[in-house]
Nanobody, 118 residues
């Protein structure tokens, strides 16, 4: 079965950093775009970033560009999101998701919580 398991979330002060990871299994990880989507408390889903199969293309939402860096290790079936200069508005549940089309995802993880607060 396709599984995506996020980790690395937690509580951090504004300006701090976190690195999220998503461990994938049950499919050929290297054959798919994979991305990050987040949901702030009481708000809708917001696309954050995605990365192509061999890391040749990386895309970011304007709200995180310059602060977040997406990467993947196909040998380890793992996706990462390095988050720097965190802001309170980055507080959200962060999901990794498997891509099957442009900005379209067919499988999602359970999410990892990020709280940015002083």
């Amino acid at each position: 079965q396709v599984q995506l398991v996020e980790s690395g979330g937690g509580l951090v002060q504004p300006g701090g950093s976190l690195r999220l990871a998503c461990a994938a299994s049950g499919f050929t990880f290297g054959s798919h775009y994979i991305g990050w989507v987040r949901q702030a408390p009481g708000k809708g889903l917001e696309w954050v970033s995605d990365i192509s199969t061999s890391s040749g293309k990386k895309n970011y939402a304007n709200s995180v560009k310059g602060r977040f860096t997406i990467s993947r290790d196909n040998a380890k079936n793992t996706l990462y999101l390095q988050m720097n200069s965190l802001k309170p508005e980055d507080t959200a549940l962060y999901y990794c998701a498997r891509g099957w089309g442009v900005y379209e995802y067919d499988f999602w993880g359970q999410g990892t919580q990020v709280i940015v607060s002083s």
